[in-house]
Structures are given as C-alpha cells and as structure tokens.
C-alpha cells in the first residue's frame, strides 16, 4: 500500500491538501491503515487522472464529480462486455469480435 505523503511526493503538482480535499469530496476511496488513507495503485491512478482534470483539462471543480461518475460508466460497461465476450465460445467471439472492434 501506498502512503498519502509518497503519493504527493510522487504526482508532480498535487499538495497533500489537494489530496485530502479530494478523499473529503470522495472521489477517492482508498483502504484505511490505522486511521490513514493507504492507496492501492488504482487509486493513484485515478488521482493522475483527477490532476490532468484540474491542471491540463482546466475542468471546474463542481464538474469533476460528473466527469468521474461518466468514466466510471465507461470502464464498467468495458468490464462488463469483456465477460460477455470471454462467456462465449470462439466462433461466436471471433464473429462479434470483428464486427465491434
């Protein structure tokens, strides 16, 4: 697990009360070490992702919480069609492989 402080000292540009202000709006859900945040390395990236947001993308705040709520659509619906694909024998994979990708 990966402490708050080694996650600040390792994303150029975030500040620990960045951070913590983002665990407080709950954008992150890291596990809890003895009452600290201890981020997994999904965590860490989806604190990459929340700094591109604010300092490459210059999206407000107040759209941020939409803007994760959508992604995490996104990679779930990806899951999700991952397991249809991997449920169905070759032939039929293969099939709907080539007509969706």
């Known amino acids: 697990m990966i402490t708050l402080q080694t996650v600040c000292e390792t994303i150029p540009g975030l500040t620990e009360a960045d951070l913590r202000h983002w665990l407080a709006q709950d954008w992150i859900r890291p596990d809890q070490r ?9 965590d860490v990236a989806r604190i990459r992702l929340i700094c591109e947001l604010h300092q490459d993308l210059e999206v407000e705040e ?28 070759e032939p039929v994979r293969e099939k709907l492989g080539s007509v969706l990708f």
Not at 34 to 42: L, T, V
Not at 72 to 86: G, K, P
């Open 62 to 89: 107040p759209t941020v919480p939409l803007v994760l709520s959508l992604l995490d659509q996104l990679y779930a619906t990806r899951r999700q069609l991952r397991l249809v694909l991997e449920a169905l024998d």
């Open 34 to 42: 003895a009452g600290e945040p201890a981020f997994r390395e999904i």
